[in-house]
């Protein structure tokens, strides 16, 4: 199949899926998005002048990806007839105590969790905390 390019793609020709990155602060959530992402929103990365200078996200971010449609959902006629492309929007939740009202205004736009943890510590507690937050505001 001919790869298609994205910027020729209308954008009712593309399916969103809101991705909540969590994790506790420090783990490296804004690290992946940033390797992974393609499109950036102004508030994306911790653009902010205070998110630099406290060293920690305090805003959610945005930034997001394109990919073919997978399998499972391009073999669904539904969606094969409606979308040529599937967008992985990143929403990038700060991972400090303090800010759990934050993530939580984030977990109320999500489709699903990527939960981040730094392999060499293990669970922390706000890594325990994302996992309630994903367990109530997501099905998948």
Do not use: W
Request: some cysteine; charged content about 20%.
């Amino acid at each position: 199949k001919k790869e298609m390019d994205p910027r020729k793609v209308p954008a009712e020709r593309i399916l969103n899926l809101n991705v909540g990155v969590l994790g506790h602060v420090d783990s490296g959530k804004t690290s992946l998005v940033k390797t992974l992402s393609k499109i950036l929103s102004t508030a994306a990365l911790d653009k902010s002048q205070q998110s630099r200078q406290r060293g920690i996200t305090l805003d959610l971010g945005f930034s997001a990806f394109l990919v073919p449609l997978p399998p499972r959902i391009a073999s669904e006629e539904v969606y094969r007839e409606k979308y040529d492309l599937l967008q992985i929007t990143l929403v990038d939740c700060p991972g400090h105590a303090s800010l759990i009202r934050t993530i939580i205004g984030g977990a109320q736009i999500i489709d699903m969790v990527l939960l981040v943890m730094d392999a060499t510590k293990g669970i922390q507690t706000q890594t325990a905390e994302c996992l309630v937050i994903a367990e109530m505001t997501t099905s998948n």
